[in-house]
């Protein structure tokens, strides 16, 4: 068991660019989890998948942020046309039914 | 939705001392966990917890689900402890995300 895993772990981009990030679940684990903290505050659920399905989303996910879970394993994260505003840390975590939700590392996205 | 509210915001220790932590959370929910966030910002399970009491080495967790409430006691503590805790909470209507509350950040010094 490896964990959960992200990458990158650090990014900077200029504002107006697009980002990609990835996620790579514990493995055989069927729920995927994308959520976004900020200095100082908890993190924030963005939306999860079960298997390949994308079945929540929040209303923090604007237009401009899409995530996919093509084969039901990996997942990623997109942002398009970034912002100062989205500078954050982005997290990922996965999930069995139980018990519980184990967290990656982050990416850590600064945009300038 | 459901709301999450931590006690302490800042606890401030001296190495050996003991901790309690508290996690208020607003309606019934399916799951509850504690984290702490190491200083390069991994959250690292503690406990899934909810409903009643585990220890776990120096830790130990007690929910009272019927009374809304989650405590984390800390034992002896050790400047490794030092971090932010966070409670997060599975409401049963929310369909499995996570609600955080804003975190504890202990500080233990030698």
């Known amino acids: 068991d490896t964990g959960v895993s992200q990458d990158p772990r650090h990014k900077i981009t200029k504002r107006g660019q697009n980002v990609t990030f990835r996620c790579d679940p514990i493995s055989e684990h069927n729920r995927l989890y994308w959520y976004r903290q900020t200095l100082g505050q908890g993190p924030e659920f963005l939306t999860y998948f079960q298997n390949e399905a994308q079945l929540e989303k929040s209303r923090l996910l604007s237009d401009r942020f899409s995530a996919e879970r093509p084969k039901g394993s990996f997942s990623t994260l997109e942002i398009q046309r970034t912002e100062q505003g989205d500078s954050a840390m982005y997290l990922c975590a996965s999930s069995l039914a139980l018990p519980g939700q184990y967290f990656g590392p982050g990416t850590r996205l600064t945009v300038t | 939705g459901i709301q999450v509210e931590q006690s302490p915001p800042d606890l401030i220790l001296q190495e050996g001392a003991n901790s309690t932590l508290r996690c208020n959370f607003s309606d019934s929910v399916n799951n509850l966990q504690w984290f702490h966030q190491n200083p390069w910002g991994q959250l690292i399970n503690l406990f899934y917890?909810?409903?009643g009491t585990k220890q776990n080495g120096r830790l130990s967790a007690t929910t009272v689900a019927t009374e809304r409430y989650s405590l984390l006691y800390i034992s002896s503590s050790q400047t490794t402890d030092s971090g932010v805790y966070f409670c997060a909470v599975d409401e049963e209507t929310s369909g499995s995300r996570l609600t955080f509350g804003e975190g504890t950040q202990l500080t233990v010094n030698p």
């Open positions: 917890i909810p409903s």
